[in-house]
């Protein structure tokens, strides 16, 4: 039965055979679907190829068919923001993310409506980390594997002046060693009360959060966290 006019976001876009692509979106209603866009060369094709970049919000007529669906009609809803540096490397890792824990076919609401927010702040954060970690919090509440972050893993409330370790099962628990990849307290409560931390406790925040996503992408990390790793050594270098 043909779907249409479902708005969408588009996730990733790679050729196939000599003149179409294999798109991945993100929908609304269905999930994330793979469609087969045929016949993409030529001048006339220019408006439908904008409309399948990475980012851009579209509103889409496809066929389903088992695990690739045939495109119809795709229409761009708006023009994709405009990224460069380090917000087009997060837009990568945030649409990788979405690529390895978004099942296809799954109804995913409230993944998509944390898409389009998350977009537009892409283009303006003050913070990327800041607006990267919100995202993770809230990706992971809609997944149903969120952590309640203001309290740790037996129940007593987080202390902010303590520091913890990040249990993905469990949530957190009391590091008296304060290791390398403890996460203060602060900045749980921070994280638990939507209210930005200090640039110490906030970064204390990306290896906590990286270890509850690690859990669910299992034994193959993402490409973006290498690439992430490669610029924070050249920065480090640089200095």
């Keep these: 039965m043909l779907v249409e006019n479902q708005p969408a976001y588009v996730l990733h876009a790679r050729p196939w055979r000599e003149t179409s ?13 793979a469609l087969v866009a045929r016949g993409l060369t030529g001048p006339r094709r220019h408006t439908l190829r904008a409309a399948l970049q990475p980012l851009q919000s579209v509103r889409l007529d ?11 009609q795709a229409e761009a809803l708006d023009a994709a923001p405009v990224l ?35 977009r537009a702040a892409l283009a303006h954060a003050p913070s990327l980390a800041w607006t990267l970690r919100r995202f993770e919090r809230d990706l992971l509440d809609a997944l149903g594997v969120g ?5 740790a893993g037996d129940g007593s409330p987080i202390d902010p002046a303590a520091a913890y370790r990040i ?11 304060a290791g390398r990849d403890s996460v203060a307290g602060e900045a749980l409560l921070a994280l638990a009360n939507d209210v930005q931390p200090a640039p110490a406790a906030l970064a204390s925040l990306r290896p906590a959060l990286r270890a509850v996503l690690a859990a669910q ?11 992430i790793g490669d610029l924070a050594r050249v920065r480090a270098h640089d200095d």
């Design 217 to 227: 992408l299992g034994p193959t990390g993402l490409k973006s966290w290498g690439l």
């Design 84 to 118: 460069a540096g380090e917000a087009l490397l997060a837009a990568f890792y945030v649409n990788e993310l979405l690529l390895r824990l978004c099942p296809r076919q799954e109804p995913q609401p409230r993944v998509h409506a944390l898409y389009g927010p998350l």
């Design 21 to 33: 692509r294999i798109v991945e979106v993100l929908t609304r209603d269905h999930g994330r679907v």
């Design 147 to 151: 952590l309640p972050w203001d309290h």
């Design 62 to 72: 496809y066929l389903p068919r088992g695990e690739l669906a045939r495109l119809v």
């Design 167 to 177: 249990d993905p099962e469990h949530g957190a628990v009391l590091d008296p060693r």
